[in-house]
């Protein structure tokens, strides 16, 4: 079975989120539109909506997380299912059971969705693959390999602040390209959007392999890297990274690839800001950026929500008995 | 099963006979006599078979030779064992197969050794030669006993895929090794430029976030291990080569005289990186398979002898061993059953001349090991393989008889099938 159609069932409706790879531009231009008319929703003063009324959905958690679990379960909330935490690290896979077996003891629950974030590449996949019929699976990130509703929730972002044409835009991604599962997924989501350019600025040490593959300029210097972009995104740095002898200090990579005030006169005068957190003030970039009138880093969490709450219903719209 | 295993004088009747070492392919009868050929084409003096194998329309090969294959026994028996794995090689035309030493516990005493022969003899149905442990508990540090191993019938040393760090160490396993006429076995790859790695550090592990392993993790070791070969002299060989540039590293040690070996695993010349990219767990191998072209490379460094053996690689695994995501999943496929089909693919493929492949499945492997196997003269052993080379069957859980069903050939249309295999003389598998 293929992973692309996996996640779309015969009438070309979502089934599953998983990756953003094998998505086309017409359901990840539904997902914002969507994603729009709950935006609506979330300033309301009664911010529910009965759409997922009766559903139960598991925050299925093998990593640590607070912000991503915070947005599903909240997102969950506003469209009225019940919601269950589960976190992993500190249950029952500790005791020797295996992923399989979670999932069929949660099966038995009868719930009928999982959002889940595990540390291994192609996590998602594999529980979309064994679930029961009923069930969406949404990935929360899996490895390095995707986190789709963070992409979608930085082209929402950017779809609201420059407009729905991307094909007018340049966008450099900053940072730790290789471990990014949110850098691979926003490229993709880019490149489906028609994005006029895509960079990704990084030093080679945190670069993959053949990483132009992705479907973006390679860049290794910041102020060439930004240079009349509308969007920048900073990538997180791992503070493991300085043992994985990737890079010499936080100092030198602060001086060399973060982001200052300085360095944003390179970039196109109105260009905008982006990180999906949390940040490292002074490795990524400067208070002074992050806090500007440039960041829009707090417009992203709140965007997630009513992304999410698009990716769920969508996923949970599907008729009953209808398994694609 | 055997039809009559007490039958001393067999004939095998009107077989195209195919014995690349002593460049025979002919029409021919063959006339075994207590488990050696005695006799082609016209019977000896006095000859009355006991049993007559019709062989027409089919080829007439010497036993296979697998130079490595996992039997899971001892210690981890929920995998496989010696008697389902060896039964599994019979039917596939395999006489001789050699285990590495990474069993629990690790073969690194005669005792171990000795456990697996006796077991392989309860079985009956395969040969079974092992390679002793390069190290003890193969952990790098100590040297094994290597003159007791060799003693006790390993047929070589080998550190199998733990990583011998210290190249001090390396350097006087060689020594000591050189020191007993035995061959050492060498898995390249460097544990750190692998880096924990499940997947060739390539387009698609990128595109997959999974952690790479780049292609210097094989040549940065195999020059590292060229160079030590040459300082003490060692006969060695390398296991499971994934890369073109390895192959030619390897190619040029022979040209310049090095005593070097090496083989290549047949998934590695049928698969690449392209097949994991729905996170296919069934193509997780270690080595990691590589690109397209190295594919191509390995196939030519096959047809042209510096890989001078196919294996099965055999790794039979119990279903929960793949059943996961990719990265957690073990290693492996289930191989005995597809080695010869799959091999007598690449003929139909055009990468290699019949001849020459029965030669990479039978003198090359048994010549590496150092057994007198693989060949069809006078005098000589009678392990035999017959096959119809016509024959096309699937696949599939009826048909694979490894106690592991893990592989990615699962489904897929083999062409050539083993109708009877003899080891010594005796029947030990027939069709139907």
Redesign the interface.
Known sequence: MSRHNLQIDKNGRLRHFLCISGLNRQLITEILDTAESFAGVTKQSVKKVPLLRGKTIVNLFFEASTRTRTTFELAAKRLSADVLNINITQSSTVKGETLLDTLRNLEAMHVDMFIVRHADSGAAHFIAANAAPHISVINAGDGWHSHPTQAMLDMFTIRRVKGADFGALRVAIVGDIMHSRVARSQIHALNLLNTGEVRIVAPKSLLPAHAESLGAQVHHNLQTGIKDVDVIIMLRLQRERMQGALLPSEHEYFELFGLTEEKLIHASPDVTVMHPGPINRGVEMDSEVADGPRSVILEQVTHGIAVRMAVMSMAMSRKEGDTG | MPANDTATRILIRGGRVIDPANKVDTIQNVYIVDGKVVAFDHAPQGFRADMEIDASHLIVCPGLVDICARLREPGQEQKATIATESLAAASAGITTLCCPPDTNPVIDTPAVTEFIRLRAEAAGHCRIVTLGALTQSLRGEQLSEMAALGRAGCVGVSNALQPLLNPLILRRALEYAATFDLTVFLHPNDHWLANKGCAH???V????????I?EAAETAAVARDLALIEQTGVRAHFCRLTSGRAARMVARARYDGAPVTADVAIPYLYLSEMDI???DTQCHLIPPLRTVEDRQQLRDAMQQGTLSAICSDHQPHEP?AK??????TEPGISGLDSLLPLCLRLVDEQSIELADLIHRLTAGPARILGLPYGTLSVDAIADICIFDPSSSWLLDTNTIRSNGLNTPFMGWEMKGRVTHTLLAGKLVYALN
Do not use: H, M, Q, Y
Not at chain 2, 205 to 212: D, E, I, K, P, S
Not at chain 2, 323 to 328: H, I, M, Y
């Open positions: 550090e390539g387009r592990a990128t595109r997959l976030g999974l952690r790479g780049p990219s729905d996170f929960d059943t996961g995501p990719f990265p957690a």
